[in-house]
T-cell receptor
Framework: QKEVEQNSGPLSVPEGAIASLNCTYS??????FFWYRQYSGKSPELIMS????GDKEDGRFTAQLNKASQYVSLLIRDSQPSDSATYLC???????????FGAGTRLFVKA | DVKVTQSSRYLVKRTGEKVFLECVQD?????MFWYRQDPGLGLRLIYF???????EKGDIPEGYSVSREKKERFSLILESASTNQTSMYLC????????????FGSGTRLTVV
């Protein structure tokens, strides 16, 4: 059974701080990794994708991938109250069309 | 922007009814998916399709079927609705083998009474 594990949280950070969200996965052959943001009552929205080891930055977001450790993370710099949401880690399984989602980490940014 | 449109935002159906959930995407994506999302269980894949008239079972296909007669439309069918199928249903599409991530529809919250 292929799995994606996340700390369910909630993770609470003050406004302006760095929020760090972590994810591990079990399928060693996976090549594509994603972070989605889901506001309460809304559908998930893709915010970051990463395919190779290292860091990928997009505005205040940085995704980090370490395939040897089977570890993906998302850093949110200068966190804002509007970043309060559930963040889903997702991994596209090797050799197929399926993507497995983690259960999500709830983030609260306190003003 | 890619749009994935789900026909209903909220549905209430009775036990035993046949239920149709419709999903349409406008970006010529080959791959379409149906997930359900439940508190504490996350997103679980019901069915997916990588081409017209093609379908593959996901992790929880029991009690569901799908139809993809046109590339842009992927329908989820609950053959005989049961209360344990009360859930948020999410449709998604993508243009490659998931390499570019999914675009989700706004979701259908189905309540079976």
């Amino acid at each position: 059974q292929k799995e994606v594990e996340q700390n369910s949280g909630p993770l609470s950070v003050p406004e302006g701080a760095i929020a760090s969200l972590n994810c591990t996965y079990s399928d060693r052959g996976s090549q594509s990794f994603f972070w989605y943001r889901q506001y309460s009552g809304k559908s998930p929205e893709l915010i970051m994708s990463i395919y190779s080891n290292g860091d990928k930055e997009d505005g205040r977001f940085t995704a980090q991938l370490n395939k040897a450790s089977q570890y993906v993370s998302l850093l949110i710099r200068d966190s804002q109250p509007s970043d309060s949401a559930t963040y889903l880690c997702a991994v596209n399984l090797s050799g197929g069309f399926k993507t497995i989602f983690g259960a999500g980490t709830r983030l609260f940014v306190k003003a | 922007d890619v749009k994935v449109t789900q026909s209903s935002r909220y549905l209430v159906k009775r036990t035993g009814e046949k239920v149709f959930l419709e999903c349409v995407q406008d970006m010529d994506h080959e791959n379409m998916f149906w997930y359900r999302q439940d508190p504490g269980l996350g997103l679980r894949l019901i069915y997916f399709s990588y081409d017209v008239k093609m379908k593959e079972k996901g992790d929880i296909p029991e009690g569901y079927s799908v139809s993809r007669e046109k590339k842009e439309r992927f329908s989820l069918i609950l053959e005989s609705a049961s209360t344990n199928q009360t859930s948020m249903y999410l449709c998604a599409s993508t243009s490659t083998q998931g390499g570019y991530g999914y675009t989700f529809g706004s979701g259908t919250r189905l309540t079976v009474v």
